[in-house]
């Protein structure tokens, strides 16, 4: 167990639709990233805030957007849903903002049909 | 940009010792990691380079040359339970890690 929490766990929506999933970092970790895997693209980086604020950003794409609340819990909104969208969304945490260590919350698995 | 080439399967015995490559390409470079993912399961933690040489701890070893650009995990008396996929990843500013495409361990008995 990483220490890292993400919620729901699988979500099946339909296209169009707006999704939010959820996570809560390692206790006293500032950092929170965001990635997308799908079998085809692999782990992908989206996003990444610390304490509050967006520090660096992938290839996300316009429709998806994050936040990093005080508590510093996250939440990563998907909207107008499209098939191509299905895929493991993972959250991960870290203390520092070096070492390539990151803890990985457990993934929601996002299918749209 | 940065990218990262790993093989994509690679298979071993139970007992042996495998090794698997990362060559990457960067416009910054902060380090290397290795991380390991179970099917199903989320990416764990393996090791991190910074500097050249290597990073040993329990049966992973881990390496890098800054100037060839390449890194290795070498992983020592294969046991079932290390079939898995492993990613290496590029470390960025801030932390943020570019993942390779993996390479898929199968190791049979």
């Known amino acids: 167990d990483s220490g890292v929490t993400q919620t729901p766990k699988h979500l099946i929506t339909a296209t169009g639709q707006r999704v939010t999933l959820r996570c809560s970092p390692r206790?006293?970790?500032?950092?929170v990233y965001w990635y997308q895997q799908s079998l085809d693209q692999g782990l992908q980086f989206l996003i990444q805030?610390?304490?509050?604020?967006?520090?660096a950003k992938g290839n996300i794409l316009e429709r998806f957007s994050a936040q990093q609340f005080p508590d510093l819990h996250s939440e990563l909104n998907l909207s107008s849903l499209e098939l191509g969208d299905s895929a493991l969304y993972f959250c991960?945490?870290?203390?520092?903002?070096?070492?390539?260590?990151?803890?990985f919350g457990p993934g929601t698995r996002l299918t749209v049909t | 940009g940065q990218s990262l080439e790993q093989p994509s399967e690679v298979t071993a015995v139970e007992g042996a010792i495998v090794q698997i490559n990362c060559t990457y390409q960067t416009s910054g470079f902060y380090g290397l990691s290795w991380y390991q993912q179970h099917d199903g399961g989320a990416p764990t933690f393996l090791s991190y380079n910074a500097l050249d040489g290597l990073e040993e701890t329990g049966r992973f070893s881990s390496f890098l040359s800054r100037s060839d650009s390449y890194g290795y995990l070498l992983l020592q008396e294969l046991q079932m339970k290390d079939s898995a996929s492993y990613f290496c990843a590029v470390g960025g500013a801030g932390n943020m890690l570019t993942f390779g495409g993996g390479t898929r361990l199968m190791v049979k008995p």
């Open positions: 206790s006293g970790d500032l950092s």
């Open positions: 991960a945490s870290s203390a520092r903002t070096g070492g390539g260590e990151q803890y």
């Open positions: 805030y610390y304490n509050g604020e967006e520090r």
